[in-house]
């Protein structure tokens, strides 16, 4: 017979037994934990965000005075902040 294993959870650096908790605290734990995988997935949207947008800024800027040698994507995001 397989030996179910005992799920725990740390919470500054003290080790609980999920089994051992009111089921409130457990809520909570999960509440938490969903709020940290959103806030993961926010934070991938604000890099995929702003890579749209400096390669947008690129393009206007491109589009607007030509392929400038030795500009650089940087220069191009900057250059647009008031688009």
Same mark, same amino acid.
């Given at each position: 017979?397989?030996?179910?294993?005992?799920?725990?959870?740390?919470?500054?650096?003290?080790?609980?037994?999920?089994?051992?908790? @009111?089921? @409130?605290?457990?809520?909570?734990?999960? &509440?938490?934990?969903?709020?940290?995988?959103?806030?993961?997935?926010?934070? &991938? &949207?604000?890099?995929?965000? !702003?890579? *749209?947008?400096?390669?947008?800024?690129? !393009?206007?800027?491109?589009?607007?005075?030509? @392929?400038?040698?030795?500009?650089?994507?940087?220069? *191009?995001?900057? @250059?647009?902040?008031?688009?």
């Amino acid at each position: 017979m397989a030996e179910e294993e005992t799920k725990s959870v740390t919470i500054d650096g003290q080790t609980y037994q999920l089994s051992d908790l @009111s089921e @409130s605290v457990r809520a909570k734990i999960l &509440n938490i934990r969903f709020v940290d995988g959103e806030l993961g997935r926010a934070r &991938n &949207n604000v890099v995929v965000l !702003q890579a *749209a947008r400096a390669e947008f800024a690129r !393009q206007l800027q491109e589009e607007l005075h030509g @392929s400038a040698a030795g500009d650089s994507d940087d220069t *191009a995001a900057s @250059s647009c902040r008031g688009v």
